[in-house]
């Protein structure tokens, strides 16, 4: 465990990652199991102060780049899928946060208080009657002396329960049209969170995400000043994008590693009686694998340049983000089916060793979080534009 | 060297005999003798450790599988050692 206030380099907080792995991986069956919230596993990353990972150095946090984001969130994929994808989803809510903080001292002052408190922060983006769609609202902030009225029937609210604040979109005034929305930050005590849904799921069990009814009444200064549109367009698509890249390929390299292991028993008997190893499963599991990694550390990579650039085309990140969701999602479940064709009965048994199942029903969900159909979409629309982005 | 550290030893060369290109030299080898040197590969390797994993009904962690493991018969033996030691090590 590490000193409160000490800044972790991003090689600190890979080990402290690691550390925190070993709890997530004792959690995990019983997570998975009972749809439980992980609560000692981000317990233990609370103690590794690992949930200020994203926020600036200069209010309280570790101040780390996506990439490196990325690449912890691939390290907690390993362990359990459902911690770390609360984790990432946290990460981009504070990053989200980080952008606005400039220019709101009262989201600046947030940010420190939830660095030094290891606050848990949630996103309340979805909602019914929308069509699944991150871009429109229906519920609206209702101006009611100085302060903001907000009522919101949430489709998904990840960890809910358990979070100390929540970032929300909504349409900006009563008036406003469905795409005019901003983001607006809400503290577990300003809100009355009603869970109007169950969550008992394939997978990602241990997210804890069903439907919520939100009601809440907040000091105008907490709503973000750019427009949703540019938080979204800058930081939340291609951020989560890439967070939950990491996070699945993690998931996939735990298969695989599983996969390795299980084989290399085999190749032992094989040995022993003579047989030749002659098996190229592992190698094409593995080679399928690796080129989802270094397609997140790729464009990692290059979104954390993006980042650096104000000007940068946010069509050409958007188009890119989209296509690494919509092939990683997709990617990764097939390296996992490819382990459990290694592994067979013992990679299609709930627990063991050589286990793939939970990693398998886990991956199921990676389709599902912004549908690829609607990414597909929106990509098939966006390079009508030009070509200059299939060339890049 | 205790009789442990002996079976090792033979167990590692009986091993390289059957599965690299080294062959009976492997039973002759200096305990120091760097094993890449002389013509191990890598493929080879794989074989010789998985043979000595189940001639000794060990699984050697991950952490200590490299190609620096198979630097010579000796360094292979003193991992093999240590393992020995720090999972039974307690009891004894």
């Not at chain 1, 690796?290 to 946010?314: H, I, M």
């Amino acid at each position: 465990m590490t000193a409160p206030d000490r800044v972790l380099s991003f090689a600190e907080a890979r080990e402290a990652a690691l550390r925190a792995r070993a709890v997530l991986v004792e959690h995990a069956p019983a997570t998975d199991r009972d749809a439980a919230f992980p609560a000692e596993p981000v317990a233990a990353l609370r103690a590794e102060r690992l949930l200020s990972a994203a926020v600036p150095k200069e209010y309280g946090g570790h101040g780390l780049a996506p990439d490196e984001l990325a690449a912890l969130a691939a390290v907690l994929g390993g362990g359990c899928g459902s911690t770390a994808m609360v984790w990432a989803m946290h990460q981009l809510q504070l990053a989200c946060l980080a952008g606005a903080a400039a220019t709101s001292p009262e989201l600046a002052a947030y940010l420190r208080e939830a660095s030094a408190g290891q606050f848990l922060v949630a996103s309340v983006t979805s909602e019914a009657g929308v069509g699944g769609s991150l871009r429109e609202s229906r519920c609206a902030l209702v101006p009611d002396g100085g302060e903001l009225l907000l009522e919101k029937e949430a489709t998904t609210v990840s960890y809910g329960a358990y979070a100390d604040a929540f970032l929300v979109t909504a349409r900006s005034r009563p008036d406003a049209a469905p795409t005019d929305q901003v983001l607006v930050l809400v503290r577990a005590g300003q809100a009355r969170l009603t869970r109007t849904g169950e969550w008992d799921t394939l997978g990602m069990r241990g997210t804890c995400s069903p439907a919520h009814s939100l009601s809440a009444r907040v000091p105008a200064a907490q709503v973000l000043p750019a427009p949703f549109g540019e938080i979204a367009t800058r930081c939340m698509v291609p951020l989560s994008h890439l967070l939950w890249a990491g996070v699945w390929t993690g998931i996939a390299a735990d298969a695989v590693r599983r996969a390795a292991s299980f084989a290399r028993a085999r190749a032992r008997a094989q040995l022993r009686s003579g047989a030749v190893v002659d098996d190229p499963r592992l190698g094409r599991a593995y080679a399928s694998l690796r080129v989802l990694q270094d397609s997140v550390r790729q464009f990692g990579a290059d979104y954390t340049r993006f980042t650096a650039e104000p000007d940068a085309d946010t069509t050409a990140i958007t188009v890119r983000a989209n296509a690494l969701k919509t092939s990683v999602s997709t990617g990764c479940l097939r390296v996992v089916e490819q382990a459990l064709e290694i592994c067979g009965m013992a990679g299609y048994s709930e627990s063991g060793p050589h286990s793939v199942a939970r990693h398998l029903r886990d991956l199921h969900s990676a389709r599902l979080m912004i549908a690829n159909s609607r990414l597909d979409q929106s990509n098939s629309q966006l390079l009508l534009l030009g070509g200059s982005v299939i060339d890049a | 060297m205790n009789d442990t550290a002996r079976q090792y030893d033979a167990v590692i060369r009986e091993a390289l005999v059957t599965h690299s290109d080294l062959g009976d030299t492997a039973r002759e080898l200096d305990r120091d003798a760097d094993l890449y040197a002389i013509g191990l590969t890598s493929l080879h390797s794989v074989r010789v450790l998985l043979s000595v994993e189940d001639a000794l009904g060990v699984e050697i962690p991950e952490q200590h599988v490299g190609r620096a493991l198979f630097s010579s018969i000796g360094h292979f033996a003193d991992v093999l050692l240590d393992i020995a030691g720090t999972t039974t090590g307690a009891a004894r």
